[in-house]
């Protein structure tokens, strides 16, 4: 699976929007942009997926770039609870493919009250 | 609801002792993974199993074992702790086998609340 980029940390203050970026410079064009999350404490836990088009989903949305060489993650209204390790994850499904979900170190975001 | 645990949640052992994990899922899930998480280091896979029978290896596999003798559990030994394996060890599930379905909602993987293990 190709590999990805996020920047260590990002700050947000509540109620505003968030975007998380992700690069993905290598991304094949059967590897699906997988979004966790890691709540401090707690286990990961799945946010949103996407191939080519944006994704809504009630958690976040989902931008995917045109080339999809890169991705952001869009909090429509951060709340404190939002304040998590947000990871970026490639998934090739391509014929079948066996493998595993490979974490990075992710995004740390922060929510300001 | 479906759901995964893990038991115990918090373990304190000396350097030496064999020391088991538990992950138990109730969602039926094919799929099951080992987990841990230290600082610096983010979440590295140590082992995982597609079902009944199957273990495999995942990047940090050594002193650890595995064996899944059903599909709703996959203990994790330590065969002989070292102070190297004090961490925080996740299990998580997935619905898809060992060839995915093409399906990336089959492949969405389900996360325990963790063990925090500490070996002295």
């Known amino acids: 699976d190709a590999k990805t980029t996020q920047p260590n940390s990002m700050e947000s203050n509540e109620e505003e929007p968030v975007h998380l970026p992700c690069n993905h410079s290598?991304?094949?064009?059967?590897?699906?942009i997988h979004w966790y999350r890691q709540l401090p404490s707690q286990g990961p836990e799945y946010v949103i997926h996407?191939?080519?088009s944006n994704v809504n989903n009630r958690m976040a949305s989902l931008a995917i770039a045109e080339d999809r060489k890169s991705s952001t993650l869009i909090l429509h209204r951060a709340t404190l609870r939002d304040a998590a390790v947000y990871y970026c994850?490639?998934?090739?499904?391509?014929?079948?493919?066996?493998?595993?979900?490979?974490f990075g170190k992710g995004t740390k975001l922060s929510v300001k009250p | 609801d479906a759901e995964i645990t893990q038991s115990p949640r918090h373990k304190i052992t000396e350097t030496g002792r064999q020391v088991t994990l538990a992950c138990h899922q109730t969602?039926?899930?094919?799929?099951m993974f080992w987990y841990r998480q230290d600082l610096g280091h983010g979440l590295r896979l140590i082992h995982y199993?597609?079902?009944?029978?199957?273990?495999n290896k995942g990047e940090v596999s050594d002193g650890y074992s595995v064996s899944r003798s059903n599909t709703e559990d996959l203990p994790l030994t330590l065969e002989s702790a070292a102070s190297s394996q004090t961490s925080v060890y996740f299990c998580?599930?997935?619905?898809?086998?060992?060839?995915?379905?093409?399906?990336?909602?089959?492949?969405?993987?389900?996360f325990g609340p963790g063990t925090r293990l500490t070996v002295l």
């Open positions: 199993s597609y079902g009944v029978q199957d273990t």
């Open positions: 969602w039926n899930h094919n799929n």
């Open positions: 998580a599930s997935s619905e898809s086998g060992q060839w995915t379905s093409g399906n990336p909602e089959d492949d969405t993987q389900y």
């Open positions: 996407g191939l080519t």
């Open positions: 994850i490639l998934r090739d499904y391509y014929g079948g493919s066996q493998g595993n979900l490979i």
């Open positions: 290598t991304i094949s064009g059967t590897d699906y």
